[in-house]
């Protein structure tokens, strides 16, 4: 027997196999007689919408969950995995979309934790520096993880998934906040470690990704396997179909010219950096007129997250005339004011910024949107409350279990179109998205992308940060470029296309200084 790239299999036995796996929630049969094999170098795909019971499957081969039923088979021999200790001593290593870092200490502590032993700190910096350079993930061992963005983050688990030089990676919407090239380099190594025999289980909802990577996929729906196929044989909107059971939904991309208000304006915004590690801003303009969606492109890290809290007024600014909402100067306002002036804003941060995890939905609607009715004469209106919050739920197709379910009983996806269906039923005139599909499946995605094209149509400015360039693409009227604190003039989608605005973000294009930019929408006057 064969492998999918050359590696013979004698006995043709599994790395691994899972046999009957079942698991069942309070509210939800996650995981429903699962079956699946993945072989030596094999790099496996598992695809299905949020909620699927995907990340259930993963945690219980990684020993994060115990199953009620089933048999785990490692090598031919049957085991019980009960930690993530023994998950990694068998050689199984994982890379998750939600991260597991302590926030107070450094990369190289946190990578530490997850080591056998008492590791060198010294030598292990010199590691994690080594494997970062190898495969294209710039990490600081020695900086603090609570100073780093999303995308940050997001590499020191792929490195410290690496260091263990593991059999099987579980690797969990690894490519979601890497540029086109950073994620070409990372396939390089993904196939590297195939050839060398380390299995893979992948997890993405790009399904162009798994049909130029994976050599299986297992397609899940409900809890269930519903299928396996071969990517390579198959088309993104066939693997699409396997997923919904229908053909997905097309954006509809705007027919409505922008507005000529100037809703959003930033004029020469400039800030020192928070910490040693932060990105300071330098001389940052943006405009974003009325029906027109802005978009701005970058690594995570490179000043998105510092603009953020400078837009939001979480990070008030002294000079207030920096920052226009509306006609009026905000820079020294806080987030309430600028609320209640007509802005509504999406954090990349859902668990902790964008929804508090053990508040249900209805107490994380009342959070933002309490001016819509939910109070009065100082009185929380509860039937005003659970209304606005069932509204979200059944208009953003938010899969839970009713207005009283926790945000963190949710799963990704469906959280996020909850946190997006709560800011945009409040009608804002202006509203700031920071990531707004990063771990959702194709179908939410298209919901969620649409959704911003209609409420543009309707006259609201937007300004999405996301390092989906497709994405981007789709929606937006022009793209701007954040590299090192900077911010590019504005280019026409139209008069651009992704490899140059990759190679922007990098710093390798001279485009992003704006001097030889072409006029894009948020040039108007």
């Known amino acids: ?83 993530p200790a023994q998950a990694q001593r068998l050689g199984i290593g994982m890379v998750f979309q939600h991260f597991s870092l302590f926030e107070t200490l450094t990369v190289v502590q946190n990578i530490a934790l997850g080591m056998t032993g008492k ?37 020191v688990e792929i490195i410290r998934a690496l260091l263990l030089n593991p059999r099987l990676l579980i690797m969990d919407e690894p490519t979601s906040v890497l540029t086109p090239q950073a994620v070409e380099r990372l396939f390089e190594t993904l196939r590297q470690l195939s050839d060398d025999g380390c299995s893979i289980l992948y997890i993405s909802h ?9 050599h299986a996929a297992t397609v899940m ?36 010219a922008a507005g000529t208000e100037r809703c959003l304006v930033v004029d020469k915004l400039t800030r020192a950096a928070d910490s040693a590690f932060g990105t300071a801003l330098d001389q940052i303009d943006l405009v974003v007129h009325a029906g ?44 309430l004011t600028r609320r209640r002036l007509g802005l509504c804003f999406v ?83 202006v509203l700031i998205v920071s990531q707004p599909t990063w771990g959702v499946d194709v179908g939410a995605a298209a919901f969620i992308r649409q959704t911003l094209i209609d409420l543009r149509n309707t006259g609201t400015a937007i300004l999405v940060i996301s390092e989906e360039l497709d994405e981007l693409f789709e929606i937006c009227d022009s793209i701007s470029v954040m590299v090192k604190g900077r911010l590019s003039k504005p280019i026409a989608t139209a008069e651009t296309d992704l490899t140059e605005i990759g190679l922007m973000m990098t710093g390798l294009s001279q485009r992003h200084d704006g001097h030889a930019a072409q006029r894009g929408s948020g040039d108007r006057q």
Not at 36 to 53: S, T
Not at 65 to 80: C, S, T, Y
Not at 231 to 254: F, I, K, T, W
Not at 393 to 421: H, Y
């Open 1 to 83: 027997m064969t492998g999918p790239v050359g590696i013979a299999f004698p006995d043709g036995t599994p790395r691994l196999e899972l046999r009957g796996i079942c698991k069942r929630y309070p509210s939800v049969l996650a995981n429903d007689q699962i079956n699946l094999k993945v072989a030596p170098g094999e790099i496996h795909a598992v695809l299905g919408e949020n909620g699927a019971g995907k990340s259930t499957l993963m945690k219980v081969i990684y020993g994060l969950v115990k199953p009620d039923a089933g048999e785990l088979i490692w090598g031919g021999e049957a085991v019980a995995v009960t930690s």
């Open 119 to 155: 590791p060198d700190l010294g030598t292990l910096s010199a590691q994690i520096v080594a494997v970062s350079e190898r495969y294209g993930l710039p990490v600081d061992p020695s900086r603090l993880v609570h100073t780093m963005s999303v995308g940050e983050r997001q590499r």
């Open 206 to 214: 790009k399904l162009h990704e798994i049909k130029a990577l994976c």
């Open 221 to 256: 729906r409900a809890g269930r396997v519903t299928g396996v196929c071969d990517p390579r044989q198959e088309s993104p909107r066939s693997m699409a179909r396997m997923m919904v059971g229908a053909d997905l939904p097309v954006c509809r991309p705007s027919s409505i």
């Open 292 to 335: 027109e969606i802005v978009g701005i492109a970058g690594v995570s890290g490179n000043g998105q997250k510092e603009l953020l809290t400078a837009l939001s007024g979480e990070t008030p600014i002294p000079e207030k005339g920096r920052i226009e909402l509306l006609g009026r100067p905000v820079g020294c306002t806080d987030p």
């Open 347 to 429: 954090p990349e941060e859902r668990l902790g910024r964008g929804a508090v995890p053990t508040l249900t939905l209805a107490e994380n609607a009342l959070l933002t949107a309490h001016d819509s009715g939910m109070v009065k004469g100082g009185l929380l209106n509860f039937g005003a409350i659970t209304a606005f919050t069932h509204r979200c739920i059944e208009g953003f197709q938010v899969k839970c279990g009713g207005p009283d379910a926790e945000a963190r009983s949710l799963s990704g996806g469906n959280l996020q179109k909850f946190i997006i269906g709560r800011e945009v039923l409040q009608k804002p005139k």
